[in-house]
């Protein structure tokens, strides 16, 4: 069986690095927010020349805490993907905000920027105030940030990026991170740079919207213990979380290398199969973090033959996502951009995910892409 994410291997690599800084952490005792935590933020401050970084417990948290960093308030909008994870979106209604469903680029699959006057102009209708945007990097590249900016500029909206998944890449050269007004990223196991456990991480060069969301990781702390100067919540990182991701962050280019030449691979024996299927496109001014290799099949393609075909054969595979997010029963009634998403709708129906992490090697793929050949063949 191939694994569709392999942190054996990589654990394998660093065990005993993991080993002794869990051993420094049990040594000194500081198990939340531990001098390892401090050590992370500066750390990614500089892998992704963010001025303030604040870890905390999940990427959905990171989302929270950004947007009410940003102050977003009760009854006013964001305009959101509708092809990403239920996070991007959840946020917003917890907030007593309102997330306005906007379409996906057909080449990218993100936020389609040619959309984004069509989402505005449903909010309006629906009498939705829209106070700013949230591209997703969906399968690991950021969106056209040049042109998310520019729309946000025109419109006074600010931008904040989902990066759960796309941490690591970069666009127009600078980091993801670096990119908006604020970031956020997550540390799930399965991302490209992922704890064992659940964390995340916010990015900013802002300082106000960090000094609000670090009050409210822990409780909206003030100046002093046990003082408080706002509503908050307990998102703070734990101090083993921190301990781990400083050796998994040290390996993280060379991983970013391998997943690119992965990628390579993958691109180089699917287009020599000349089958009719669309290959993952990256944005000019784009690289990618790759934490998924998706391709999009032609309708005559049974999407659910194919993955057991290819089961059969130890090649696991994914659908991310096979709904809209506005077609679930509890967005279905926030405002959707034009009342119809066709490239979502069309994306979610054709899409599958191949086996992607940094140690596959040439040989894996030429096997994952014969057995594609033979079952779209057949299929
Ligand atoms: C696009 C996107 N946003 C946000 C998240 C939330 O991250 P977490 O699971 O760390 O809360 C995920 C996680 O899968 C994601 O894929």
Redesign the pocket.
Known sequence: MIPFIDLKTQQKKIRSKIDERIKNVLDHGQYILGPEVKELEKQLGVFSNSKYVLCCS???DA?LLALIGLKLKQGEGVIVPAF??A??AEVMPLLGAIPVFVDVDPNTFNIDCDNLIDALNTATQSGVKVKGIMP?G?FGQPSDMDKVKKFAENHGLWVLD?A??SFGSTFNGKSVGSLCEVTAT?F?PAKPLGCYG?G?ALFTNNHEIYEIANSCHVHGMGKKRYEYERIGMNARMSTIQAAILLEKLAIFPSELKQRQTVANYYNLHLKKLELDIQLPTLHAEATSSWAQYTIVLPKTINRDKLQKDLSSQGIPTAVYYPIPLNEHEPYKNYPVANNELPITKLLSKSVISLPMHPYLSEDDIIFITKNINEMIINN
């Open positions: 999940s990427g959905t989302l990403t994870f996070s991007s997703v969906l989902d759960a998944q997550s799930f659940d995340g």
